[in-house]
């Protein structure tokens, strides 16, 4: 997605200019930080679409950043990815919490697998297409409020394993129903459970 504004948050010099010069060869604007009081600067100071953000860093660690993100409205809408390291569950389970989109695993991910990453993120949370697109496509995509403890409620949420019913459990936003369209079966529709804050999936 050429021309996406990105931040990337990392304390690690070699890692933060890794991910800097990928992001960069495919296509985006890229500015970083090497801290979390840096990073505040950079966000409160220029207009980003995405934050790739370290957990653990010096002055001020990512949780740190990610609350004072989350609860300043000039931010919040921002989508965060978190990286982290293995061992780090925890934490990773609190920033979700916090409003995160997702994480990579800094030691089990390249440079080009955080770049598909943010890729993929940024797909996902583009405007639907305008109406009129062919079957399928974002443009025919309907979302449609499911009443709890009806019907096959109960037998939905046990399935799907949901852990919090139809609540999104970062943003306490509730979960709608998205039915994409079939290409192949008149009538027929793809579903699955999304929250419309943070676009997470379940």
């Given at each position: 997605m050429p021309g996406r504004r990105i931040l990337i948050v990392e304390d690690t010099e070699l890692l933060?200019?890794?991910?800097?010069?990928?992001?960069?060869?495919?296509?985006?604007d890229v500015a970083t930080a090497s801290d979390?009081?840096?990073a505040l600067n950079e966000l409160r100071n220029g207009h980003f679409d995405l934050i790739v953000l370290d957990l653990i860093m010096p002055r001020m660690g990512g949780l740190e950043v990610l609350r004072a993100v989350k609860t300043d409205p000039r931010l919040s809408a921002i989508p965060v990815v978190i990286l982290t390291n293995l061992g780090e569950e925890s934490a990773i389970e609190e920033a979700i919490?916090?409003?995160?989109?997702?994480?990579?695993?800094?030691?089990a991910a390249r440079p080009a697998d955080v770049s598909a990453k943010i890729q993929l993120t940024l797909q996902h949370l583009a405007p639907p297409a305008p109406e009129g697109g062919s079957a399928g496509t974002a443009g025919n995509r309907f979302r449609v409020l499911l009443r709890d403890r009806e019907g096959?409620?109960?037998?939905?949420?046990?399935?799907?394993?949901?852990?919090?019913r139809f609540w999104c459990p970062a943003c306490e936003?509730?979960?709608v129903l998205e039915l994409i369209p079939s290409t192949s079966r008149q009538g027929w529709y793809e579903g699955h459970l999304v929250c419309t804050?943070?676009?997470?999936?379940?």
């Open positions: 933060r200019r890794m991910y800097h010069d990928k992001l960069v060869a495919d296509g985006f979390g009081l840096e919490q916090l409003g995160a989109i997702d994480y990579v695993i800094k030691n096959d409620a109960d037998a939905l949420v046990a399935h799907s394993n949901l852990p919090r936003d509730e979960l804050r943070c676009a997470r999936e379940f």
